[in-house]
């Protein structure tokens, strides 16, 4: 089905399936529901939408259509897919992983290909976190959704992929950063036996390149989840805390 057409029956089926997580958080745009609503996503995908509230978090991150975006640490597309949707023919969107993830993770290429295929808005992107190699002043947006924590586990210079991310955004570019929280004051200590980060830490990271925090959402805060868990338990599942940061490339 082409962009154009799956969009504007998209935006009949809008707030459908936003079931599961309270009320209390932001609003979700139009766009953005349309996005979620799209008739080629995955059904496993959207099944994912309640633990992942992609509607409130893609409204705060101000994505709009036409933009072109960096989803980092894409894996299987999750969040890619939305943004295609979101960001429509006009936009772009570079699903990036690092080679490591590729040979690792062996889900990851057959689904980008068959997304390709489905949506001409999206380019695989396969790179190390460091060597980016996107044209400086070139994207609207990056994206790194539940993924810094798996960067501490990789060889990876992060001051220097953070300041790529700063060369690579235009003046007023947003740089989007969810994950799951640590206990504050562990830094980079959990992400490999929890698979949490220190919202801090990462925080103090991405402003050393330059970037000024410009908010944070609570659309995927969990006050029931006291942080000590592996993300993965079952008790915790789906319900972890996790922080919502909004950077800023100062204009
Ligand atoms: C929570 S998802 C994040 C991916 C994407 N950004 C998203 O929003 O769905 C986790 C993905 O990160 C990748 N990954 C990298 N290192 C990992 C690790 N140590 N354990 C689990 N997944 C890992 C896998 O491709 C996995 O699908």
Redesign the pocket.
């Known amino acids: 089905m082409k962009m154009k057409s799956f969009l504007s029956v998209a935006v009949a089926a809008a707030f459908t399936g936003l079931a599961g997580v309270s009320a209390a958080h932001e609003d979700t745009s139009m766009a953005v529901a349309a996005a979620m609503a799209a008739p080629d996503r995955p059904e496993a995908q959207v099944k994912r939408d309640a633990a992942r509230n992609p509607g409130p978090v893609l409204t705060f991150s101000k994505i709009k259509p036409g933009d072109t975006v960096a989803?980092l640490?894409?894996?299987?597309a999750?969040?890619t897919m939305i943004i295609s949707g979101l960001v429509g023919e006009g936009g772009k969107v570079y699903a990036q992983?690092p080679p490591d993830?590729i040979e690792k993770?062996k889900g990851?290429a057959p689904k980008l290909e068959a997304l390709e295929k489905t949506r001409p808005n999206v380019k695989t992107w396969t790179v190390p976190f460091d060597k980016l190699g996107f044209e400086d002043n070139s994207l609207d947006a990056v994206t790194m959704?539940?993924?810094y924590h798996?960067v501490t586990?990789l060889p990876t210079d992060r001051a220097a992929m953070n300041r790529q991310i700063y060369a690579a955004l235009k003046p007023g570019g947003i740089y989007l950063i969810t994950d799951h929280h640590a206990k504050a004051g562990t830094g980079d200590t959990l992400t490999n036996d929890l698979?949490r980060i220190d919202a801090d830490f990462v925080r103090k990271e991405v402003e050393a390149a330059g970037f000024v925090l410009d908010g944070q959402s609570d659309a995927l805060h969990f006050a029931s989840d006291d942080r000590t868990k592996i993300v993965f338990d079952p008790s915790v599942r789906g319900q972890t805390d996790r922080f919502v940061y909004r950077f800023i490339k100062a204009k």
């Open positions: 989803d640490g894409a894996g299987g999750y969040f992983n993830w993770f990851i959704a539940l993924i798996d586990l698979h």
